[in-house]
């Protein structure tokens, strides 16, 4: 059974950064497509990146694109998300997502095979 669980939330001012880390058990995570997601209070959860199995592809959403980036060490079965020139409208709990298998760049909630409890980030302006 795969288990992720999430780090490296907290609270940051505008502009700051923060890097996120996502580690895995109970799985090789080395043929599975990573990806982060994000949910604030009262929206729908978000794709905000992904990141092919061999780490050679990434995948951001509009919204980061630039700022953030995803990236992965699939010896220690970890994923990673530095965010950079944080936004008020980053604020958000931030989940760790797998896909089994897969070689694409779709990166979908429904898609996703398992997932972290998330870690909180809020941005304070």
């Known amino acids: 059974q795969e288990q992720l669980a999430e780090s490296g939330g907290g609270q940051v001012q505008a502009g700051g950064s923060l890097k996120l880390s996502c580690r895995g058990s109970g799985h090789t995570f080395k043929n599975d497509a990573m990806a982060w997601f994000r949910q604030a209070l009262g929206k729908e959860r978000e794709f905000v990146a992904g990141?092919?199995?061999?780490?050679?592809?990434?995948y951001y959403a509009d919204a980061v694109k630039g700022r953030f980036t995803i990236s992965r060490d699939n010896a220690k079965n970890m994923v990673y998300l530095q965010m950079n020139s944080l936004k008020s409208e980053d604020t958000a709990t931030y989940y760790c997502?797998?896909?089994?298998?897969?070689?694409?760049?779709?990166?979908?909630?429904?898609?996703?095979?398992?997932w972290g409890k998330g870690t909180l980030v809020t941005v304070s302006s």
């Open positions: 997502a797998g896909r089994r298998y897969y070689s694409g760049g779709v990166f979908t909630v429904g898609a996703m095979n398992y």
């Open positions: 990141i092919h199995w061999s780490g050679y592809s990434t």
